[in-house]
């Protein structure tokens, strides 16, 4: 039975809910990833004249951006092509491209290129009738998947839904492994009132993975909008559902999800009535529980259901999540290790998530044995060294936790593992070896070389070496233009009083990034420290000051510029009410000088009473 992991799951529903043209769904175990961009230009009239314009001896796959270098106006158009398109007997590397054109006509148990070619040059034309026909007829050809998912996605784009429902579940029967297809026809089988083929497929989901996260299944396959959702509510409580397991989870996700958990914990039961080891339906009702009962009825309703299924992993793991959400960290490490539940702590998954407990509980001998057992894993090595370097540095092991975090390679913990690294060297004045690591960032990392120069020029700022991390920072920008995370970072090292060399580069960040709320903060902080536009300044931050993140500081920058006014009585309204429940320093001195300026000396001398004593703020003498 195959296993929907999460990965999974989420990339299905994505693209149920929106184009089913998701290439997250090829970067799983279940389908291959073949999803190019082919860019055709306005001036050619049709594929025959793609490849005449292609030269001799290109590799399969530079047929697919010839005209990128040309900087002519293309129309650029995402095709996902099956992977036979390119095996050796159509393709190679030494084959003309024209002939090559013909050999893919002589292959018909395979879909044709020139044939969908054809199909996206008539549908960028407009005439998606013969693009439809075209593409749904090679869908039906051998390991046409792709060429499905483009079909689906034209037919949904400019059919009804139900021909784009009868296209999708007869494509699906005749393929009957494609996992998306199952939730496209689920989806659009909703969408088009059929519920019971619906409910059908929904259960064939199920079959795939009976420990699939049912909740975020049904959120995907259900109607994007509320009033669709409210109306399929609605047609399902008229239905009448008997003991369909499949109608009656989707009802149940339903009533959660539009806050009447009373109502669909009784569809869940009935459904469980039917199912009543089936994990999916436990772990819903686990959900359910939780908008109406205490932490510690959930807990126990888990327990009682993992006797259902003891040797159900997706269960305990629920079972261990959701006790850490309720802050239970000692009762789960002893789940972790108890006797019965061995078989689960041999699971990598479990593995790691048992030495996060441990590093949490401080038990860094048993976590450490766990992630060095993880280091031979290539699915868990990085995380394994990225958290026996916190491990390490919790325990101010220093040196051993610098060695770790240099062996994290994953791209999407490299970075912060580089980061740690490079702020314990620092710590230790090893600027030298700092600078080392960043370099190798980015000889490592193309995508990662504008946070590597940024870190460089930190590293030399902190070694009082400022002139020349803005000099790299210039030669950065040299070799990415406009890259505003650079512009930025020479913001934050030009000296305080150089505010005119500030201005002139945050001109041009709003320019780039007019929505980026720190530019923005950064821009009006400089205009307010020149004491100039007025204005604009009190535009820009008005809109800002009850932001969660950022109004506080939006309220301090217009603060500044009321003292510049002499305007006391607003930095008083801006300030005070929240410095009373949260204290800080910059707002207590800006309060500070307002009473002052008042001559309220009373609350001058309270504020600072809070900024020496609850702040550890050494003041300067009172005026």
Same mark, same amino acid.
């Given at each position: 039975m195959r296993k929907l992991f999460p990965a999974v799951i989420s990339s299905a529903c994505c693209a149920v809910r929106g184009c089913p043209l998701n290439p997250r769904f090829f970067a799983s175990k279940y389908v291959k990833p073949y999803c190019l961009s082919i860019y055709l230009p306005m001036q050619l009239s049709t594929p025959h004249q793609l490849f005449v314009n292609l030269k001799p001896n290109l590799k399969p796959l530079d047929v697919f951006k010839p005209f990128i270098a040309l900087?002519?106006?293309?129309?650029?158009?995402?095709?996902?092509?099956?992977?036979?398109?390119?095996?050796?007997?159509? %393709?190679?590397?030494?084959?003309?491209?024209?002939?090559?054109?013909?050999?893919?006509?002589?292959?018909?148990?395979?879909?044709?290129?020139? !044939?969908?070619?054809? !199909?996206? %040059?008539? $549908?960028?034309?407009?005439?998606?009738?013969?693009?439809?026909?075209?593409?749904?007829?090679?869908? %039906?050809?051998?390991?046409?998947?792709?060429? /499905?998912?483009?079909?689906?996605?034209?037919?949904?784009?400019?059919?009804?839904?139900?021909?784009?429902?009868?296209?999708?579940?007869?494509?699906?029967?005749?393929?009957?492994?494609?996992?998306?297809?199952?939730?496209?026809?689920?989806?659009?089988?909703?969408?088009?009132?059929?519920? #019971?083929?619906?409910?059908?497929?929904?259960?064939?989901?199920?079959?795939?993975?009976?420990?699939?996260?049912?909740?975020?299944?049904?959120?995907?396959?259900?109607?994007?909008?509320?009033?669709?959702?409210?109306?399929?509510?609605?047609?399902l409580n008229r239905l009448d559902i008997k003991n369909n397991p499949s109608l009656l989870v989707m009802k149940a996700g339903l009533l959660l999800q539009f806050q009447q958990p009373k109502a669909a914990l009784v569809a869940i039961n009935r459904a469980l009535k039917t199912n009543p080891k089936s994990p999916a339906f436990l772990t819903l009702k686990a959900d359910i529980l939780q908008a109406l009962s205490p932490s510690n009825q959930v807990i126990?309703?888990?327990?009682?259901?993992?006797?259902?299924?003891?040797?159900?992993?997706?269960?305990?793991?629920?079972?261990?999540?959701?006790?850490?959400?309720?802050?239970?960290? $000692?009762?789960?490490?002893?789940?972790?290790?108890?006797?019965?539940?061995?078989?689960?702590?041999?699971?990598? #998954?479990?593995? *790691?998530?048992? !030495?996060?407990?441990?590093?949490?509980?401080?038990?860094?001998?048993?976590?450490?044995? *766990?992630?060095?057992?993880?280091?031979?894993?290539?699915? /868990?090595?990085?995380q394994a060294n990225y958290y026996l370097a916190v491990s390490a540095e919790r325990q101010n092991l220093l040196n051993d936790a610098i060695g770790y975090y240099g062996k994290v390679m994953q791209p999407d913990l490299v970075l912060k593992a580089r980061q740690q690294q490079i702020d314990l060297l620092i710590s230790q004045s090893r600027f030298d070896e700092a600078i080392a690591s960043s370099i190798k960032l980015r000889e490592q990392f193309d995508s990662f070389a504008p946070q590597s120069y940024i870190m460089q020029a930190n590293i030399l700022q902190k070694n009082n070496q400022t002139a020349q991390a803005l000099a790299l920072l210039n030669s950065a920008q040299t070799s990415l233009p406009n890259?505003?995370?650079?512009?930025?970072?020479?913001?934050?090292?030009?000296p305080d009083d150089d505010d005119a060399s500030k201005l002139q580069l945050l001109k041009e960040l709003i320019r780039l990034a007019p929505t980026n709320v720190d530019y923005q903060l950064e821009y009006a902080q400089t205009l307010v420290n020149l004491k100039q536009n007025n204005e604009e300044v009190t535009a820009l931050l008005t809109a800002l000051i009850n932001d969660k993140e950022v109004g506080l500081r939006a309220r301090q920058i217009l603060s500044q510029q009321a003292l510049h006014q002499a305007n006391n009585a607003t930095v008083i309204s801006l300030l005070s009410d929240n410095f009373d429940i949260v204290p800080d320093v910059i707002s207590g001195l800006l309060l500070q000088q307002a009473y002052l300026n008042l001559g309220n000396q009373k609350e001058a001398a309270r504020i600072n009473q809070i900024l020496v004593h609850e702040l550890g703020y050494q003041p300067k003498n009172l005026q």
């Open positions: 900087g002519k106006k293309v129309v650029a158009t995402t095709l996902t092509l099956a992977s036979l398109l390119f095996s050796p007997a159509v %393709f190679s590397a030494e084959a003309n491209f024209a002939s090559a054109s013909q050999s893919v006509n002589q292959s018909l148990s395979q879909p044709s290129l020139y !044939a969908i070619l054809m !199909a996206e %040059f008539a $549908a960028d034309r407009g005439r998606i009738d013969q693009a439809l026909a075209t593409y749904k007829q090679q869908s %039906f050809l051998a390991d046409a998947a792709p060429v /499905f998912e483009r079909a689906l996605g034209l037919s949904l784009q400019n059919e009804p839904p139900q021909l784009s429902l009868a296209f999708a579940n007869a494509w699906q029967q005749q393929n009957p492994d494609h996992v998306p297809a199952i939730f496209y026809v689920t989806h659009l089988a909703l969408k088009a009132h059929e519920y #019971e083929l619906a409910g059908e497929k929904l259960n064939q989901i199920l079959q795939y993975d009976p420990d699939a996260d049912l909740s975020q299944i049904l959120i995907g396959i259900y109607p994007t909008e509320t009033r669709d959702q409210a109306e399929l509510l609605a047609t126990a309703f888990i327990a009682q259901a993992r006797k259902a299924v003891p040797d159900n992993k997706a269960l305990f793991v629920y079972q261990i999540r959701y006790m850490l959400k309720q802050g239970k960290s $000692a009762q789960v490490w002893q789940q972790l290790n108890a006797r019965a539940n061995q078989q689960f702590l041999a699971d990598e #998954e479990i593995k *790691l998530l048992a !030495a996060l407990v441990g590093i949490d509980l401080k038990k860094y001998a048993a976590a450490d044995r *766990l992630l060095k057992a993880l280091i031979a894993s290539p699915n /868990f090595k990085d890259n505003t995370d650079i512009l930025f970072a020479k913001v934050l090292l030009l």
